[in-house]
């Protein structure tokens, strides 16, 4: 069963604060070169997914072997992943900046919402209902299904307006800012806060000398 997002706990790779930012984040920068990514083949995008805590360690396990039997159809879903994973960081990253959306990111996240919520289900839990989805049977597009669903709701919410993007010179992570003076620059301060510091530092001396 995938579990639902949201009220995660940040950690140093988690700091996103949203599941689909999080999953913009696996590229460490996008559109600058040797950006690293964390999910270079099927085996590490359903680790990650463990790791973030979207799937119960059996079910990963059950991907690791249903991928293994159809390597071709596993390529072909994280790819699609990845497409998903650029529209969607295209798109908070423009919001981000004060711009508008592009409307191809646009296009691209709204065609994985709808494939997405023909899977999404109700269910009954205590004395009411929650969202939830329909049993994954192995899939691996599965794995997608909650990141779409966290991009739909935070476009949808006010919290939009406190998605920011790392300050550092080389990153590009997104996150939400939930100081209370809404004046968080980094993605992490031991990080890029602590990196950008020490460059400003090499560049005072530089001139002093
Ligand atoms: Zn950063």
Known sequence: MIVESGGREMTAEFVGGRLCLDFANTVHAFGVEESGDDLPDVSAWIAWTRRV????????????????????????????????????YGMF???????????????????????????????????GFVWAWEDSGGRLDALLWPIVRSAADLLASPDLARVRECAGETCSWLFVDTSKNQSRRWCDMKVCGNRSKVARFHRRRKRAN
Do not use: F, W, Y
């Open 53 to 88: 805590g979207a799937i119960a360690a059996s079910e990963a396990r059950q991907l690791e072997s249903s991928a293994s039997k159809q390597a071709h159809a596993a390529d072909a879903a994280l790819a699609c992943a990845k497409s998903v994973r650029a529209a969607v």
């Open 93 to 127: 990253s423009s919001i981000a900046a004060g711009r508008a959306a592009r409307a191809d990111d646009l296009a691209t996240l709204n065609a994985s919402v709808a494939e997405t919520m023909a899977h999404a289900r109700v269910t009954p839990k205590g004395d």
